[in-house]
């Protein structure tokens, strides 16, 4: 299921996780540079997706159960099947993801178009090693002129157990072929728990403290 290997919080639900804000300009066609930097000790990220859209696009939803897109990305890093869902949604400009694994300390920067009116991110990327961990950001609004600043959570899909078990989980730390054998879970997203060396995975070492990602996003400008 780990296809594409072989925080995140919308403005509303933890606004004060926006540590700068922009001001207005006018409303044309833009490119925006988003740029995640991975500011966990010992996690990394899995390629990550970027979207621009208009509003009433969702990747998910706290306390409700995660679409088969997200659970396909939070379990393996697979951002196929969501790529695909957004690409044939009107309300979507543009669809990219970064390439590799983004290590802790590092930093990667997508860009992506956003035609009149769709002027939100939203972008979602797996933690590794965990069973369904995921950094994302849900339709934060993108700045018109400077550059705006947020910090995801690490969540949970709530789609697989979190048994830490290197068998069920994928990418180089583990090996596994992720999802669980086991499909069940918690239910529903929800901020992550952390690793608490119930398997194979020593607490010490790839436990984590909240926020996970830094994410900056910058329009370009011609001028």
Known sequence: MFNYLR?????????????????????DDAVYKVTITNITHSISFTPILVASHRKGVSLYELGAAASDELSAIAEGGDTGPMAALLQHDHRVADVQTSGGLLAPGASVTVSVAA?????????????????????????????????????????????????????????????????????????????????????????????????????????????
């Open 115 to 223: 035609k009149k009116g769709a002027r939100r991110i939203s972008l979602a990327s797996m933690m590794l090693p965990t069973n369904d961990g995921f950094i994302a950001l849900n339709a934060v609004k993108a700045p018109h002129r400077r550059s705006v600043s947020y910090y995801s959570y690490a969540f949970d899909a709530g789609s697989e157990p979190n048994d830490e078990l290197c068998i069920s989980i994928p990418g180089p730390t583990c090996g596994g072929i992720g999802p669980s054998p086991d499909a069940g879970g918690e239910g529903y997203v929800h901020i992550h728990r952390g690793m608490h060396g119930i398997g194979d995975l020593a607490p010490d070492v790839y436990d984590w403290r909240n926020p996970v990602a830094k994410i900056t996003i910058v329009r370009e400008h011609d001028d």
């Open 7 to 27: 925080y995140t919080l919308s403005a509303a639900v933890f606004s004060g996780l926006l540590i700068t804000s922009s001001t207005a300009s006018a409303d």
